[in-house]
């Protein structure tokens, strides 16, 4: 028991904020200008970041470079969303690379790298089927 300033005796109750135990395997620990952290480990090079899995190999390597194709093996992740974080600046995709995404029903949303790592650590903890995928260019 506590007193306060008047000598009253108060209970203090703690509310916790966050979830624990939500299953989630990965989540960015960290992340600036042309970095990110998974779960401790540091990556400089595109890659797609899953609750259960990490894709270092996407293919995606700018951009400018991005393909119809790769937004296609996004769709085919089988998640309800997709943060397509486009580097330290928010650029918005040709909408025919969008097309496979919006053909498939899969959500898309896209933000500059830092804030699809926030968002993604977001949703991943509410348990929701979320995929980041990270250009550094």
């Not at 000598?7 to 600036?32: C, E, P």
């Not at 293919?59 to 790769?70: E, M």
Request: proline share 3%.
């Amino acid at each position: 028991m506590l007193l306060d300033a008047y000598g009253f005796g108060s209970r203090v109750h703690l509310l916790k904020l966050h979830l624990t135990g939500s299953g989630v395997q990965n989540l960015f620990t960290a992340y600036g200008d042309g970095y990110v952290a998974v779960n401790g480990r540091r990556y400089g090079e595109s890659l797609i970041v899953l609750p259960e899995r990490i894709i270092e190999d996407w293919g995606a390597t700018s951009f400018a470079d991005l393909t119809a194709a790769q937004m296609a093996a996004l769709a085919g992740l089988d998640h309800e969303i997709v943060l397509l974080g486009t580097g330290n600046l928010l650029r918005f995709p040709r909408p025919e690379l969008m097309r496979p995404l919006v053909q498939a029903g899969v959500g898309i949303e896209v933000m500059d790298l830092k804030a699809a790592c926030r968002t993604y650590n977001i949703l991943a903890a509410e348990g929701r089927r979320v995929a980041a995928a990270l250009l550094f260019d």
